[in-house]
């Protein structure tokens, strides 16, 4: 009995998904009520596979992790999860690479690499022609040498725009709108030379090269370099990469937009969308997001109201904006935006919402800056004077959302506190200015640094 259960639990998709932190706990509840209707062979397969997932991510992390990726790589929310929990860990998570990658996700090199399969329009077909190619007759070189080796029936134009946006083929060219205009003269060339060979005929090159045979593995080492080329351009921006690889893959791998800010942000937000269900209900919250989609809905009303998809560094979550905040902020609710949103959090039916009541572009949030040495720290007069600044310039609690974050410097040591939601600004500059004539050093950071 005990083998049956365990074997329901080592299927593919089930064997790397019994996750340590959850199901551990669950083992041991349900060993502990076994007499109370739960069979004890579950209980212990649970308890045994728990201890094996365990070991392997204490001692294996790099394959365990790989592993967990590849099992739940149709979806996207427990893939994201998983690879923040990699960062966490300390473990990098490579692109796809047209010359290292495999079917699915790799441990190579102290990180893990993505695999052809996580690929959005990369078929089966299409990765089975790419790995033939490339075992038989080693590294790719160029665009063109992919395209003259691999068969472009199954290797489409779309399938290679998907590689190239990924930044699959990044190593051999990084420049990636330099590749996109280049593919649409070497896919033809590449066709072309595909069906001289299909009908027994070479061309020019190949016979100087000596490369004319039958045989397909023989081709002239160089042919490749006659392919032609479209002129020089300059490559896609950061963010438009983003983009792409956001649409292809699911989630950025490259980079991410908020990576840069997360030094800064859990001064502003002391919790990230993963942990919204553990939130009181009507807790006011700032979170740092990025916004993915925004799903307009016109109540019965007749007033505008929408859903918005939004995701930070940990997952992907839903926030509620009212048809008087839409009204409001409609005109910044823009998709692929860094945004600071303010709101608070809604049980219902059982299901965690944010309802969203403000937001503002990352770009144009700008942080009070005020420093404090440890005497005034400690001294009650100063403490005051500091508060009564800072409600003087918080009065319409609606409009004032600028934080104020707190620098006690020391002789060995420099701490940021930020001070609580109740002492957020209206206006950065005049609070600035007036902490400044009251002797308190006092200056503005901007959200992104600059």
């Known amino acids: 009995m005990i083998k049956i259960a365990r074997r329901k639990y080592l299927g593919k998709q089930n064997v790397y998904d019994i996750g340590v932190e ?26 045994y596979v728990t201890y094996q997932t365990a070991y392997l991510k204490a001692n294996y992390p790099l ?38 990658s495999g079917v699915d996700f790799t441990p190579t090199a102290g990180k893990i690499l993505f695999g052809f399969s996580a ?22 070189k160029s665009l063109a040498d992919f395209c003259d080796r691999v068969d472009l029936r199954a290797v489409n134009r779309r399938t290679l725009e998907s590689l190239i946006y990924c930044g699959a083929f990044d190593k051999i060219e990084s420049n990636r709108q330099q590749l996109i205009n280049d593919s649409e003269l070497v896919y033809d060339w590449a066709q072309s030379r595909a069906k001289d060979r299909a009908s027994g005929q070479g061309n020019i090159f190949d016979l100087l090269g ?7 593995n023989k081709r002239a080492s160089n042919a490749f370099e006659t392919a032609p080329k479209s002129k020089p351009i300059i ?12 649409e292809l893959l699911g989630f950025y791998v ?10 800064i942000a859990p001064f502003l937000t002391p919790i990230n969308l993963s942990q919204l269900g553990e939130q009181r209900e009507e807790t006011r919250l700032c979170a740092v997001v990025m916004l993915n989609n925004v799903k307009k809905v016109v109540t019965k009303k007749g007033d505008q109201m929408a859903i918005l998809q939004i995701e930070d560094l940990t ?12 009204e409001r902020i409609s005109s910044i609710l823009q998709v692929d935006t860094r945004l600071i949103i303010w709101g608070k959090v809604d049980r219902r ?59 006690i410097q020391t002789e060995t040591s420099r701490k940021l506190v930020r001070l609580g939601w109740q002492f957020c600004v209206q206006d950065s500059r005049i609070t600035v200015q007036a902490l400044q004539n009251a002797s308190f050093p006092a200056h503005i950071k901007s959200l992104t640094g600059s």
């Open 254 to 263: 490259s980079d991410h937009p908020l990576k840069s800010l997360r030094q």
């Open 235 to 246: 490559d896609f921006t950061p963010q438009e990469k983003l983009q792409k690889e956001k």
């Open 119 to 140: 690929v959005r329009n990369v078929g089966q077909n299409a990765i089975a022609c790419i790995l033939e190619a490339r075992n038989e007759t080693g590294e790719f």
């Open 315 to 326: 997952t992907q979550s839903e926030a509620v904006v009212f048809p008087k905040t839409y």
């Open 63 to 100: 394959e365990y992790m790989a592993a967990l990726l590849t099992a739940n790589s149709g979806d996207t929310d427990k893939v994201q999860r998983y690879i923040t929990n990699c960062t966490n860990m300390g473990i990098s998570i490579d692109p796809p690479d047209i010359n290292r």
């Open 22 to 47: 959850r199901d551990h706990n669950f083992a041991i509840k349900n060993g502990l009520i076994a007499a109370n209707c739960f069979n004890k062979s579950h209980s212990t397969a649970y308890g």
């Open 210 to 216: 000596d490369g004319f045979s039958s045989t397909q």
């Open 349 to 407: 039916d059982e299901q965690t919402q944010f309802i969203l009541e403000d937001a503002e572009p990352v770009e144009t949030v700008q942080m009070v800056m005020v420093e404090l040495n440890p005497q005034q720290a400690g001294n009650m007069e100063d403490l005051h004077r500091l508060k009564t600044i800072l409600q003087d310039h918080s009065v319409d609690k609606e409009k004032a959302k600028m934080p104020v974050i707190g620098i």
